[in-house]
Nanobody
């Protein structure tokens, strides 16, 4: 499975961005896709995840109510709509995919995209 993340950029605080992650290759029987982020000097952290089959979603407390993860099964693509962005959302965002159920633990994801930079200016 190959993952291609896109949609990052520079935005002012309070603004919005939409990240996308397109999966290609052996995409059948995939379990879940997640988004993680890593700010400079910090550890990678969970942001959101979605089950490919059920569409059930999971969010980190820090983004609940502001971010929405969704999937387009026909296009093997997952989106992360980010609203009301804050300076603390600045990070490199990574999408990741796994066979099993959605999880918040990055080490349980088998495939990773290349990362896309999100910078929120205050």
């Amino acid at each position: 499975v190959q993952l291609q993340a896109s949609g990052g950029g520079l935005v002012q605080a309070g603004g919005s961005l939409r990240l996308s992650c397109a999966a290609s290759g052996r995409t059948f029987n995939r379990g879940a896709m997640g988004w993680f982020r890593q700010a400079l000097g910090k550890e990678r952290e969970f942001v959101a995840a979605i089950s490919w089959s059920s569409g059930r979603t999971y969010y980190a407390e820090s983004v609940k109510g502001r971010f929405t993860i969704s999937r387009d099964n026909a296009k093997n693509t997952v989106h992360l709509q980010m609203n009301s962005l804050k300076s603390e959302d600045t990070a490199v965002y990574y999408c990741a995919d796994r066979k099993g159920v959605a999880t918040t633990r990055d080490y349980e994801y088998e495939y990773w995209g290349q990362g896309t930079q999100v910078t929120v200016s205050s």
